[in-house]
């Protein structure tokens, strides 16, 4: 369903960029390389009406995509930024219109229009989850395990990880590091609900391997190839019993309704910052439930705010597998909102309050900030 009733229009002054370095509980290890620091761009808006807060997911270096934390800030101080305060008042829904001449920069693009969106749902005393179209009112929270050492380290984490109730497992993996891998939780676990993560790294040349996979009953395979591989990934999920889920492909309504067109995909990972935010996430949900194919909110490592918003994305009707909305604890042994997300018996809270519902902890904001700059009308 598309919105069913739009947001406030907010009268901007201004918007402050802040940098934050977080350190993570634990080095966290994909394909593309290892993080230790999470490093993120929040985003608060300022209106006349009070504030707004959202989050760009870049991270440090663009090895996910070609976004990256100082990419996203420039774009947004120099252009995003100021097209939107030459506005003056604008609509949380008019924002990617307005962004929409630069191209590209979709994560920079969605945290500030979160911001504007959290502003104005913060003014009329609206909460996002009913905003976007949420019909629960917690969410199944599956986890996004690293690469470990080896397989028996692997064994010993996703232990831990069931043991705390995530209802869903993936494992990242990447060539040699994926049969053994996943053959080591199915004899220690069982049937558990697996599914494993590749994030690009194989070519059709590895059809063989990932076919090897078929037999452990995954959930899904998650992009195993590059982002721009539709047609190969059709190939792919052709030759393959695993379904395969794209994730990095689907950078917007367009992408997805093409990948879905050309069969590349029998599932789809949603992540709002991938695709530009909110709305278009909200899109991609409708057309792929259209297409009854099953969605997931996907994550990216992010901070409480963006984890509040992710928990209201993931009660829409059409998001029918465990997300990798996990607790907070999973990656931050300190955030920066008031109340961090837990896990209640393998479930996360869509949050009440208004707006994104979470209250952000100046203090510990302060204390993640490595550069800010407040940019105003
Ligand atoms: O591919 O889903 C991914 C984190 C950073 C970049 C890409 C991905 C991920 C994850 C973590 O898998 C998901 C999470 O935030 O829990
Ligand atoms: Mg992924």
Not at 260 to 285: F, M, P, Q, T
Request: proline content about 5%; glycine content about 10%; overall charge negative.
């Amino acid at each position: 369903m598309p919105i069913a009733r739009p947001a406030a229009s907010v009268s901007l002054e201004g918007f402050e960029l802040r940098v934050l370095r977080i350190p993570l509980v634990a080095p966290f290890t994909t394909s593309f390389g290892t993080e230790e620091v999470r490093e993120a761009i929040v985003v608060r808006a300022l209106t006349t009406d009070g504030e707004g807060w959202g989050e760009i997911v870049t991270a440090a270096a663009p090895l996910y995509s070609s976004e990256y934390t100082q990419g996203a800030w420039d774009v947004a101080r120099r252009f995003l930024v100021p097209a939107l305060l030459a506005q003056g008042t604008v609509a949380p829904e008019e924002v990617s219109g307005v962004l929409a001449p630069f191209v590209g920069h979709r994560m920079a693009k969605a945290g500030i229009e979160l911001a504007v969106l959290d502003a104005g749902l913060r003014a009329e005393g609206r909460v996002l989850g009913e905003y976007l179209g949420a019909v629960h009112d917690r969410v199944p929270s599956g986890v996004s395990v690293g690469i470990q050492r080896d397989p028996a380290a692997l064994v010993d984490v996703v232990g831990g990880y069931l043991d705390e109730g995530y209802v869903r497992i993936k494992i990242k993996i990447k060539p040699g590091r994926d049969i053994a891998e996943t053959a080591a939780l199915r004899e220690a676990f069982g049937g558990i609900p697996l599914q494993v993560d590749a994030n690009s790294a194989y070519t059709l040349a590895d059809i063989d391997t990932l076919a090897e996979l078929d037999r452990f009953d995954l959930l899904l395979i998650e992009q195993p190839l590059q982002e721009d591989d539709i047609v190969d990934h059709a190939t792919l999920a052709r030759a393959l019993r695993t379904p395969v889920c794209l994730d990095e492909s689907i950078v917007s309504r367009k992408a997805a309704a093409d990948a879905l067109a050309l069969a590349a995909a029998s599932v789809v990972n949603i992540k709002a910052g991938r695709v530009g935010g909110y709305l278009e996430a909200v899109a991609i949900h409708d057309l792929c439930r259209d297409a009854a194919i099953p969605v997931w909110c996907g994550g990216m490592l992010e901070t409480g705010i963006g984890r509040a918003a992710n928990a209201a994305l993931a009660a829409l009707p059409g998001f029918t597998l465990p997300g990798d909305v996990s607790a907070s604890s999973r990656f931050y042994a300190r955030d920066i909102v008031t109340e961090p997300a837990v896990l209640e018996d393998g479930h996360v809270r869509v949050p009440t309050g208004h707006g994104i519902g979470v209250q952000i902890d100046e203090i510990a904001l302060e204390d993640f900030t490595v550069a800010r700059e407040t940019v105003r009308r």
